[in-house]
């Protein structure tokens, strides 16, 4: 048993998506033909939108790994939001643009972590890098993971690279990246078949802060009233969540991708670190975040400042 | 103040002095004119040859660093290891070949790590990677800090990319590495003018395992025997720092690099790990280990899997 399994993230985005799939493919070339893409929870609208575009099936569902399993962990690194099993696992490798959390090996690996935009980004160098031809299909999966986590490089956290990447891997597609970009992130924001429990768990992480259990969500919507018709519902559901899973905090992010700003509504018991670092004071549960969309550049560090 | 200062592990060894010049350089070419080589402790005697040898002055020394300062740690991740007031440091670049451990930032950053044997043959990439050209002096640092890390290419840690790097930098330095290799080891070998106190400080690492504080520094000889005559005061050199840092387990490492072996010097109440670790009855407080010469590939794994 050398196989090998590639995943993201816990309530997977895009990025932790397609990065597995892409990942997998790039391994196949450097010589490891038994890499298995997977993932580690369902997949998303926005998602589903681009596996469809692209015929690519779903990466294989896995919920926990066995000791000594070998693993390439892809836009992620902190345990928290590993498989479980992860503390066991022989980590082969990691390819991230996080920080660096809540994560330890006991033997050397490949570790390439970059501050960009995407993953996708950093797994498109490595293509370059290794001389490594990039088929079309997989130059439109990388496409969708950037457009995704830079809202069509309009997020604070864009870099050169990932508006390099997006022109060059729009060529290999063939495809008009803009327009394909906006029906892919607007299949993201229909959000009108999601029950409470299943809205705040699309795209949750979950971060210790100074020891503080941390749990930040968020969606993206073309309409924040939309969500926040069902506040009640969705704190309900946040609630039972904190008590489940010991919280100290839970913020739920609704992300307006037209207007790039955020509402958030915050419960838990350390709500006064999202009112330091906004200086917002919250009402009836919620904060405007005017000019907030990314939380790994505008929330997880000024929150982990006030932990 | 945009300082950037770059710089190896406390102790350092030949990789992480050559490590620090040469990621200063590379910085230069992609832009940052502000980087600064640094060390954290005493050059020894092979990195101080090689440094003769190509007539590069040693990097300027600083104990520790101030909040907020920007930096690059070549050669180690762990806090442990690196400056004091690390914790508060802003990290912006990360290139080593270690196990990922005690370390975390708040943002992302640039890391790259490779399991090969060297931190210069990582860098040696980064500068094919980025098409920036190699001066024969760089070439002469970076074979340098090789050789030193694999023992000219036979300890259990090179891979074919240590290899591939050595004899493409020694065409650049335009060198006979096999030569010079082993007059700059040797030269790391004499060790008749440093005291009981300099000889267990001269490379020593300071690790976490399992919440016990161990230490573990290696000499290089011709002659174990030689090394082996001073065990009296070497023993009690340990034992005062034992006491004056709280430590579980030092392990004193005296590696013989012709033939590939090495005898240990062990104290502190947990010894059970060593004795654990490979098999054996400490007597007098030693241990002979046949073949082992890599305390990253050969000490730290097994000793961790007995913490």
Same mark, same amino acid.
């Given at each position: 048993m050398s196989e090998l399994l590639v995943f993201g993230h816990k309530s997977p985005d895009t990025d932790s998506i397609m990065s597995s799939l892409v990942m997998a493919d790039l391994e196949k070339f450097l010589g490891n033909d038994t890499t298995i893409a997977c993932r580690l929870g369902e997949i998303n609208k926005e998602t589903t939108y681009a596996l469809n575009y692209f015929k690519v099936e779903v990466p294989q569902f896995i919920e926990s790994i066995s000791e000594g399993t070998k693993v390439i962990l892809v836009d992620h690194n902190e345990f928290t939001q590993s498989a479980n099993g992860i503390e066991k696992a022989k980590i082969m490798k990691v390819v991230d643009h996080h920080r660096i959390c809540n994560f330890q090996t006991t033997e050397p690996l490949f570790y390439m972590a970059e501050p960009v935009g995407c993953t996708c980004t950093i797994l498109y160098e490595l293509y370059v890098m290794n001389n490594i031809e990039i088929k079309p299909t997989i130059a439109g999966l990388m496409l969708s993971a950037i457009i995704s986590d830079t809202?069509?490089?309009?997020?604070?956290?864009?870099?050169?690279?990932?508006?390099?990447?997006?022109?060059?891997?729009?060529?290999?597609?063939?495809?008009?990246?803009?327009?394909?970009?906006?029906?892919?992130?607007?299949?993201?924001?229909?959000?009108?078949?999601?029950?409470?429990?299943?809205?705040?768990? $699309?795209?949750?992480?979950?971060?210790?802060?100074? @020891?503080?259990?941390?749990?930040?969500? &968020? !969606?993206?919507? =073309?309409?924040? *009233?939309?969500?926040?018709?069902?506040?009640?519902?969705?704190?309900?559901?946040?609630?039972?969540?904190?008590?489940?899973?010991?919280?100290?905090?839970?913020?739920?992010?609704?992300?307006?991708?037209?207007?790039?700003?955020?509402?958030?509504?915050?419960?838990?018991?350390?709500?006064?670190?999202?009112?330091?670092?906004?200086?917002?004071? $919250?009402?009836?549960?919620?904060?405007?975040?005017? @000019?907030?969309?990314?939380?790994?550049? &505008? !929330?997880?560090? =000024?929150?982990? *400042?006030?932990?």
């Open positions: 809202l069509l490089l309009k997020s604070p956290t864009t870099t050169i690279k990932d508006i390099k990447a997006v022109e060059e891997l729009a060529k290999i597609a063939n495809i008009d990246y803009r327009v394909y970009g906006l029906e892919m992130l607007k299949a993201g924001t229909d959000l009108s078949d999601y029950t409470a429990e299943e809205l705040i768990n $699309l795209d949750a992480k979950l971060v210790d802060m100074n @020891g503080n259990n941390v749990k930040i969500a &968020q !969606v993206n919507t =073309v309409a924040i *009233e939309d969500v926040l018709k069902y506040q009640t519902d969705i704190e309900k559901a946040i609630n039972k969540i904190i008590e489940e899973e010991n919280l100290d905090l839970f913020m739920f992010i609704i992300t307006d991708i037209v207007n790039s700003n955020s509402e958030a509504i915050v419960l838990g018991k350390r709500t006064d670190m999202v009112e330091k670092a906004y200086n917002v004071k $919250l009402e009836n549960n919620k904060a405007f975040l005017p @000019g907030v969309v990314s939380r790994k550049k &505008q !929330v997880l560090p =000024v929150l982990q *400042e006030n932990a």
